[in-house]
């Protein structure tokens, strides 16, 4: 079993900045991708940022410049770098990731994390 861990939300103030971090554990082999999603109240959940074990990244429009992700494979753990917050950032933010936990078979298992709440507001 699998699990995601997801830490380092929280309430800031526009223009401020946070750290997320997901850290996987149990067996694992592989972490094919990793990346973050976020869902507000209303709305569907989408895209923020992805990280292959490569290292190629991509995120989506409205945080490019802003947020940044970036991962450490020896600790199977994913963060998200997020500066200059405005409060249409506010959601809760989930980590999610494409795992293979056994070196014998190529396929992998998709995973998510409970999720953390990012609230930005004066």
């Known amino acids: 079993q699998v699990q995601l861990v997801e830490s380092g939300g929280g309430l800031v103030q526009p223009g401020g900045s946070l750290r997320l971090s997901c850290a996987a554990s149990g067996s694992i082999f592989s972490i094919v991708f990793m990346g973050w999603y976020r869902q507000a109240p209303g709305k569907q959940r989408e895209l923020v940022a992805c990280?292959?074990?490569?290292?190629?990244?991509n995120a989506t429009d409205s945080v490019k410049g802003r947020f940044t992700i970036s991962r450490d494979n020896a600790k199977n753990t994913v963060y998200l770098e997020m500066n200059s917050l405005k409060p249409e950032d506010t959601a809760v933010y989930y980590c999610?990731?494409?795992?293979?936990?056994?070196?014998?078979?190529?396929?992998?298992?998709?995973?998510w994390g409970q999720g953390t709440q990012v609230t930005v507001s004066s």
């Open positions: 999610n990731a494409d795992i293979r936990g056994d070196s014998d078979s190529p396929y992998y298992t998709n995973y």
């Open positions: 990280i292959t074990r490569g290292g190629r990244t």
